[in-house]
């Protein structure tokens, strides 16, 4: 990774973490070890342009809403083929609404700031599952990673693409993880001055055992 990539802080530190535990997720399936009962199927979400206006993320729900999530089949003559009532063969995934959502789970900027290492999950105003919270933090816990307080709930989610789901479905349970409470802790967040080079997180001289490499 070049210490002139463009989003260092955000998004890189979410994306890295997100393939980190899909990488995790995949060695316990291939070790043929066993879940706990419970689990369901985890989807993992990429979305691009969500500065532009959640281009990404509001693309990704109209798609949801109209049976074409992940993706239609495309005749060869331009017509999209209707697999809602046939029997879907290897190469095709099953259709994913709104509805099959229990929970989401957003990684935002994750990069560890001073004072820290700590982190904050944020919620919606109306989201009634503390459970969730609870969980998360205490599985945190386990492996050293410190979870601070919402200053004010009542204040509700910072931007993220969580809002696009939350408008066609508001009871969809939603966290959003990032690295602060009431306001970035990066001034250059989603411009183009978050890298690493401006940030003085990473010198290329050092190696990596780097607090962000």
């Not at 999530?69 to 029997?87: C, H, M, R, W």
């Not at 190469?91 to 820290?116: A, C, N, R, T, Y």
């Not at 009634?128 to 509700?156: C, I, S, W």
């Amino acid at each position: 990774m070049s210490r002139y990539e463009v989003g260092s802080d955000s998004p890189t530190t979410g994306i890295v973490v997100l393939l980190a535990v899909a990488k995790l997720l995949a060695n316990i399936k291939e070790s043929k070890l066993i879940f706990k009962s419970g689990i369901s199927n985890i989807m993992f979400a990429f979305l691009n342009g969500e500065s532009f206006d959640y281009i990404g993320s509001s693309n990704m729900v109209y798609n949801m809403m109209n049976s074409s999530f992940p993706s239609n089949v495309i005749l060869s003559d331009g017509k999209v083929q209707d697999t809602a009532n046939k029997e879907e063969d290897q190469h095709d995934w099953p259709k994913i609404g709104l509805e099959s959502l229990k929970f989401v789970i957003e990684l935002d900027q994750l990069s560890f700031k001073e004072p820290g290492p700590q982190l904050y999950a944020h919620v919606d105003t109306e989201f009634d599952r503390n459970d969730l919270v609870t969980n998360l933090k205490d599985m945190a816990r386990k492996h050293n990673v410190a979870f601070g307080n919402v200053t004010k709930k009542e204040r509700g989610l910072p931007p993220a693409s969580l809002q696009s789901i939350l408008k066609k479905k508001r009871d969809v349970p939603g966290i959003l993880i990032s690295n602060f409470d009431e306001q970035y802790s990066n001034k250059y967040y989603h411009g183009p001055y978050d890298r690493f080079s401006t940030l003085n997180e990473y010198d290329p001289s050092k190696g990596e055992n780097q607090k962000i490499v």
